[in-house]
């Protein structure tokens, strides 16, 4: 499984959340092939180290590319992947326009 829920007993609590576990999607990558078991051990001990998650200290060594790793994550999670082509390009009104303009 690719998440964790986390469930509230309440009825007016938050909806339920799920937790994203780095390990599991790591087995996973070396589990489809995506990546290879001394890949992600490297990855692992040098995030231990440096203080980034896994998943960064991947993409900052260059052991997998950023879309690679996108789709992977998308698969794992069982989402499709974002495709920017389906967004509108209207931005909210209540921004201000200056901040539109330089942003």
């Known amino acids: 499984m ?13 909806p339920t959340i799920a937790r994203f576990e780095s390990g599991a999607f790591g087995s996973s990558l070396v589990n ?9 051990k490297t990855a692992q001990a040098v995030s231990g180290k440096n203080g980034q998650s896994p998943l960064r ?6 052991l997998i590319s950023e879309d690679d790793l996108a789709t992977a994550l998308a698969d794992f999670l069982s989402l499709g992947a974002w495709d920017h082509k389906n967004e509108e390009s209207a931005l909210s009104e209540a921004l201000p326009r200056a901040f539109q303009s330089s942003n």
């Open 2 to 14: 690719s998440t964790i829920p986390v469930h509230h007993e309440s009825r007016d609590a938050a």
């Open 32 to 40: 489809t092939k995506a990546l290879g078991e001394v890949e992600w």
């Open 57 to 62: 200290t991947l993409l900052d060594l260059g």
